[in-house]
């Protein structure tokens, strides 16, 4: 372009060319990182074309551009290594007449194209010895231990040389259902199959990876002491060792059409994800001759289908304010059918989003449900501009900015103290070691202070006001909201020390609230009221936790909120039982696993009761290590050896000293 307008039309193209970058590359974050979804395949495929096309027209490729890159970045705590092969993606298309093109006169394999995450497998002498996921395509994470507990791979095999292949770890929808129907919180059901995968496989502990019932599909063999001249016979042997290979089928250009129609109608009948199907030419030396371009082999094709769809109203647009601070606009239309369910919501994800579709209410939306799970609108057919963006704050009414960051727009509310981003508070407070109310997630106390049903803490004792409203909300109904209830009622009853943890004073943690109520006899109000030069003199309060206490029992409004609280619950003061085993003096170290105790801080409160006190490292002035591998090589067990500290098992310690 040389000047004026062509350096406008260029500046606009590239504009949009990073806005669509920045998109597309949160959004495979989330995707390959079993993270909750941003936006769905559909509007991912719609993104990834129009940034292909401007790519194509301008001739400029920016970079870091997803069009050059395969996978995600590996982020986990996993060991990491390289293939040493090429684990590409696939060029895709969702036209028949394409795929007949691009065989031409071969013969080729029609497969499915499940929808889980890519693993590569080595078997050598028989035996698994590897299991690697795709990663970017070069570096993948290490999960062989996990992949020992797929539940349909083979851990040894016939062939005793060495040979790697390709699959796809997946979930079934079985499975799937099942796991998300023992969950009865909605915000903590997973959202679909592929994200469940995606994390079960890649967890740090097998056991978890066995429970979630993971299985192995395998479609390629990347290498083997064996040859093989078709893909066909390849899977043949490949399923002759014992492993389920991808359901496929050996097609022409006549017959490509109705076996892919075939393969269509199989859809809402199949148990597993798959989200479109792959043609590769049967002929292997004839496909690998073809070689590849930058990101895509050219011996493969991917064939996608569309999603099903359906026309509908916006009503109007919800504005959710969130823990950080943005506000999420939410997408409420007239209820339409989709993949046998009715939806009325979906997510618009951020400012940029709204532009992009022109939202305005009473606009024509086409929406559909992505992998049969989650509503997204596709397009808006009427493209009104009319929704006028809100500029004061649902939850605190304060003034609403609207941000750019890497091309994309978001609303966001810059009140620090906004009630939405003192969710961390509200969290800390219903949490098990504070006030232990059951069933109250982050996400659910966010739609609750949404709705203006939480204001304060107290106001978690006052739900029952809100019966209607909760019943109403999306995830909720009668039996949740009974079980919520019950669980506020039960925690009614809370002990000193996990009271004084609940209120999220600075520095303050149970340990620490467990010295100062024992200080002051465990009478509250001797502790509220302590001073500074009082709170110093405890071993393990310092200067900077004194400071804090007395700040933050100097605030007026944090008085009058325990106030508040206190006239709704009992507070528990303990028994110090010093006779029977009298632990006045003695400090004790706890390491290992419990038999008799369900964790080490219940073992720890009788040790305190007892009037012991328990640390977390052995020194010289430690009396009893407690192990119940007490003849172990621990760290904790040498140290206790040189410095001639006794080390008891869990029973012995608690039958020495009379503990119950």
């Known amino acids: 372009m040389k000047s004026g307008k062509g350096e406008i039309e260029v500046k606009s193209i590239v504009d949009r060319m990073k806005e669509l970058i920045t998109i597309l590359d949160e959004a495979s974050r989330a995707y390959y990182q079993g ?5 769905s395949n559909f509007e991912y495929d719609r993104l990834y074309d129009e940034l292909e096309k401007l790519e194509n027209e301008s001739g400029i490729v920016i970079a870091g551009s997803p069009t050059t890159k395969v996978g995600y970045e590996v982020v986990s705590e996993l060991p990491k290594e390289r293939h040493g092969y090429d684990v590409l993606s696939l060029d895709k298309t969702k036209d028949v007449s394409t795929l007949e093109s691009w065989l031409g006169d071969k013969r080729g394999v029609l497969s499915w194209k499940l929808d889980g995450l890519t693993v590569v497998v080595t078997y050598e002498d028989g035996k698994l010895v590897k299991a690697v996921t795709r990663g970017n395509g070069e570096t993948g994470e290490v999960i062989t231990a996990n992949a020992k507990t797929f539940v349909n791979i083979p851990l040894s095999v016939p062939h005793t040389g060495r040979f790697v292949l390709r699959g796809e770890a997946l979930i079934k929808y079985s499975d799937f259902n099942k796991i998300n129907s023992e969950i009865e919180n909605s915000d903590e059901k997973y959202k679909n199959p592929r994200n469940l995968c995606s994390g079960s496989v890649r967890q740090l502990d097998s056991k978890i990876t066995a429970k979630r019932r993971v299985y192995f599909i395998v479609y390629g063999v990347l290498d083997a002491d064996v040859s093989f001249d078709t893909r066909s016979r390849q899977l043949d042997w490949v399923a002759s060792q014992g492993f ?64 099903e769809t ?17 506000i999420n606009p939410v997408a409420i239309f007239e209820p339409v059918m989709l993949e046998g369910t009715t939806v009325s919501r979906a997510s618009v994800h951020n400012i ?14 086409l929406v559909y449900k992505a992998n049969m799970i989650i509503p997204q609108i596709a397009d808006n057919l009427t493209k009104s501009g009319n929704l006028v963006i809100p500029d004061e704050c649902p939850v605190c009414g304060g003034r609403l900015e609207i941000r750019k ?155 009058a909120e325990i106030e508040a609280i206190r006239k709704e619950v009992d507070i528990i003061i303990p028994k110090i039982q010093e006779e029977n085993g009298n632990l006045s003096g003695i400090t004790v170290v706890i390491t290992g696993s419990l038999n008799m105790f369900a964790n080490r801080n219940k073992l720890k409160s009788i040790i305190e009761q007892n009037g012991g006190k328990v640390t977390g490292s052995v020194t010289g002035n430690t009396d009893y290590l407690i192990n119940n591998d007490v003849t172990s090589n621990s760290s904790k067990n040498r140290k206790a050896h040189e410095l001639g500290v006794k080390i008891m098992s869990e029973s012995d310690f608690v039958n020495e000293f009379g503990l119950k």
């Open 352 to 365: 940029s989003i709204v532009e992009q579709l022109k939202l305005g209410i009473g606009d024509r939306l």
């Open 405 to 559: 960051e890497n091309g994309t727009k978001t609303l966001v509310c810059p009140n620090r103290t906004c009630l939405a981003k003192q969710i961390k508070t509200f969290t800390h407070f219903v949490s098990r070691e504070a006030m232990n109310i059951d069933g109250l997630s982050e996400a659910t106390i966010e739609k609750f202070i949404a709705k203006r049903i939480i204001r304060k803490r107290i106001d978690f004792y006052h739900l029952s006001d809100y019966k209607d409203i909760i019943i109403d909300m999306e995830g909720f109904g009668e039996k949740s909201y009974i079980n919520m209830i019950q669980s506020v009622d039960n925690s009614r009853k809370v002990r000193i020390e996990n009271f004084i943890y609940s209120l999220a004073i600075p520095g303050i943690g149970l340990s620490n609230a467990r010295l100062i109520c024992k200080q002051f006899d465990n009478n509250i109000d001797m502790a509220m009221n302590a001073g500074y030069d009082e709170l110093v003199e405890i071993e393990g309060i310092g200067d900077v936790l004194a400071k804090e206490w007395v700040s933050y029992m100097s605030d007026a409004d944090n008085r």
């Open 310 to 326: 359906a026309e509908t109203t916006l009503k109007e647009i919800e504005w959710s304010a969130s823990r950080t601070g943005l």
């Open 35 to 39: 993270k909750d979804e941003i936006i």
């Open 244 to 307: 389920e290979v991808v359901g496929h089928s050996v097609v022409d250009s006549k017959s490509l059409a109705d076996e892919v129609a075939l393969y269509t109608s199989r859809i809402a009948e199949n148990d597993f994800p798959a989200d479109g199907l792959v043609l590769a030419y049967d002929d292997i030396a004839y496909g690998e001759s073809l070689g590849r371009t930058a990101k895509f082999p050219r011996h493969s094709i991917a064939f996608k289908w569309e999603d």
